[in-house]
């Protein structure tokens, strides 16, 4: 970089190709990233239209409810989200296949185009509860190696452990529209400049503080958690008077992206613990769409991200839709989280 653009705002773009130069990636990577962060600008205009868009409700025809491979009822934006991405990626010659938690099995590039050598995954809209109530959702992203040889993958071309990812991001839809992106290289955050449609770097290297006073846990499935989260967040209630002797203070957005976007910001614990009701799959969050690419972000951002028994990015996947226990955040909080398992579990 010459001294003379050196204060210049970083555009993503100018991020990508400085990553570039730096041998950090590669042109298809760099291609990839930017036809998401397209995609994800276009996901941002319609969900800022709200009900002048006529996104708000529920996805489905004839008064029947879409029902997607997760059993969950589809919003209409879901589905917009997941076409806007779906056909973002079709055509740029950068991806081998695609798999999306709104999508029953993975798919490859149609054989009209050329085909790349990474795999996206991703969760279209994050939080949909929120959309019809004008609360922050996003968009979820993480990357993968095709592996060497496949032309047409399947699912099984997908199940890579965390540690395998080339870059993960998540695009915020609040106030602002923040996308936040590891390539490996730590994670950065990219605010859309709504006026000219780019987005600009805004923090360069962010860092989550080791220790925090702050959680976030849907509280109302407390009387479902296993006996170790229950005494980890009992303490946590018991303050400044309890073994933990401070206060903690709670927030719960239902939306990860949002809560996850609040500790990168200010550091925090985020969990969505195993409980008796997502018990029988496994958890609520999903590991391929959610739980790794929100790993991975944090752990480059100096954080922490486990199931409460195993370092998140190192979970082997046996299933495209896996779900597992999520605890991220702040490294001490997140060590601390997971002795309370150990210890019970040693018990
Ligand atoms: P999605 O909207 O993609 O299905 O994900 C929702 C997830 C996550 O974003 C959030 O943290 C959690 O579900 C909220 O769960 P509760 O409704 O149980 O609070
Ligand atoms: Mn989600
Ligand atoms: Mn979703």
Known sequence: MTDAHRNDPVSLTRYLIEEQRAGRIGPDLRLLIEVVARACKRISIAVGKGALGGVLGDAGSAGQASINVQGEAQKKLDVLSNEILMEANAWGGHLAGLASEE??????????YPRGSYLLLFDPLDGSSNIDVNVSVGTIFSVLRCPEGVVTPTDADYLQ?????VAAGYCV?????????????GTHAFTLDREIGSFTLTTRGMRIPEETKEFAV???????WEPPMQAYVGDLLKGKEG????????????SMVADVHRLLTRGGIFSYPLDSKCAPKGG????????????FLVEQAGGAASTGRQRMLEVQPTALHQRVPVFLGSRHEVETAVKYHADHDAA
């Open 173 to 185: 839809y609040g106030p602002q529209t923040t996308l936040v992106l590891t390539v490996g290289n």
């Open 161 to 165: 452990p965390g540690t395998a990812q």
């Open 243 to 254: 073994p933990r002797g401070k206060d903690f203070n709670m927030r719960w957005i239902a």
């Open 103 to 112: 999508m029953d099995h993975s798919q490859p590039i149609s054989g009209d």
């Open 284 to 295: 609520k969050l999903r590991l391929m769409y959610e739980a790794n690419p929100m790993s």
């Open 218 to 224: 849907n509280m109302s499935n407390q009387r479902f």
